[in-house]
């Protein structure tokens, strides 16, 4: 049963465990018994200090009621923005934990179109993005009366940008995990007098980002996915320093206002990073967030990096041969161009395939049309996790498994 996986033995990879200085991390996760987690890219595990967290501010809602609000709920999003500023290569007061990905888009386009000249009024989305990002780019236009473009995908965006006044992209795409280069395409987009809101989704978490080195002006990220915030946690939205002085964004709330508390008839904009707040948020969410960020203060991302890119490549070695055998493209991207997961399509037997892992205890994720999706979160996973789910799936392809008719039932989440 533990027979070498393509000449790679378990001894070797529980060496590499031994050698691993993020090892440590893994015991602040729980995890359940028998469960090998390879969907950290969609919802990340949950930190043990999490619990007590939670319970804490459930005790603190108990006891103190309304008091809660002056004992560190109200100024949470500010705080965590700046506990989660380094994570991402940003400055204290340059981040803003707040509503959901979908909503910070909608601010940026507002706040970054309303400052735009009026030769540039197009709005542009990535094809083959996560769709929110073009569903919001596309209400926001409508309301506001601007052009919304797709840059077709593997499109030159340099061709794309004339009369663009923001360009949606992601940092890592969620389907195929190619990485795109921060600094260069933020340059471009600069030097052909547009802006770029950079969605970090599949990064933040996964691999060191640098915003302000890479001259990066606009972000928005969620916390759920590589962060480990837990269901539902709440997303960010970075600015940068120098570009914090603007108009008001669209979604002008009470807690975006300069002085919330003087309940004034007319709105006047936060003058920092505040202002991309809107209203009340869950004093319960930030909670268990800012567990994890406490974890995220001790982690070097560049012992993260190499150990992502050393566990992806791991899981591919030890299937590599299996793929041509049955039909299983791999996508995903060299090295240098990889976010933190491994890619691969079998449009005919990918979703059974899914299934019949996930009943074996290894959680990887499926998307339409064909996709096969396991992410890899080096905080809470071993070499010798990654050994025993490549060896799941050797035996599930090898023994026909998938074909099992239960496996092709679909559920309402993916
Ligand atoms: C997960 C994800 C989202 C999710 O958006 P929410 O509004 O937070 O639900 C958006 N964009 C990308 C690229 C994602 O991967």
């Not at 969907?39 to 949950?46: I, M, P, T, V």
């Not at 940092?171 to 340059?187: C, F, P």
Request: charge should be negative.
């Amino acid at each position: 049963m533990n027979e070498p996986l393509n000449g790679i033995t378990l001894e070797s990879v529980q060496e590499r465990d031994r050698r691993d200085p993020l090892a440590a991390f893994k015991q602040h996760f729980a995890l359940p018994q028998g469960v090998l987690y390879l969907d950290g890219n969609s919802l990340g595990a949950q930190p043990v200090a999490a619990t007590q967290a939670v319970e804490a501010t459930l005790t603190q809602w108990r006891e103190e009621l309304i008091k809660g609000w002056n004992q560190g709920w109200f100024d949470a999003p500010e705080r965590l923005g700046d506990l989660l500023a380094p994570v991402i290569g940003a400055r204290a007061g340059e981040v803003c934990v707040t509503d959901n990905i979908t909503l910070n888009i909608f601010k940026l386009l507002g706040y970054i179109t309303s400052q735009a000249p009026d030769d540039r009024r197009a709005v542009l989305s990535e094809g083959g993005n996560f769709p929110t990002d073009g569903y919001i780019a596309q209400g926001f236009c409508q309301l506001r009366g601007c052009e919304h473009r797709f840059l077709p995908e593997g499109a030159d965006l340099a061709e794309h940008l004339e009369g663009v006044a923001v360009v949606v992209l992601s940092q890592v795409n969620y389907r195929t995990g190619a990485l795109r280069d921060m600094a260069a395409t933020t340059q471009l987009v600069h030097a052909h007098g547009a802006e770029v809101v950079w969605d970090l989704a599949h990064s933040a978490g996964a691999l060191p980002v640098e915003l302000v080195k890479s001259g990066a002006r606009f972000a928005v990220g969620c916390t759920y996915k590589y962060l480990n915030g837990g269901p539902g946690a709440p997303a960010f939205v970075f600015v940068h320093r120098n570009a914090q002085c603007g108009p008001w964004q669209p979604l002008s709330g009470w807690h975006g206002h300069s002085a919330p508390f003087a309940f004034d008839a007319d709105y006047a904009p936060a003058d920092a990073i505040s202002r991309f707040r809107t209203g009340t948020h869950s004093a319960l969410a930030y909670t268990a967030l800012e567990a994890s960020l406490a974890l995220w203060q001790d982690v070097d991302l560049k012992a993260l990096r190499d150990k992502s890119l050393a566990m992806t490549e791991l899981f591919r070695t030890c299937l590599l041969d299996l793929f041509a055998e049955h039909g299983i493209e791999d996508i995903t991207p060299q090295e240098g161009q990889r976010g933190s997961q491994v890619s691969l399509i079998d449009g005919q037997n990918g979703y059974a395939t899914v299934q019949a892992l996930i009943a074996r205890g290894v959680i990887g994720d499926y998307r339409e049309p064909g996709l096969m999706r396991f992410g890899f979160t080096p905080l809470y996973l071993s070499f010798e996790d990654v050994w025993h789910a490549a060896r799941h799936f050797r035996e599930v392809l090898e023994s026909g498994e998938y074909r099992d008719p239960r496996f092709s039932v679909r559920g309402a989440v993916t």
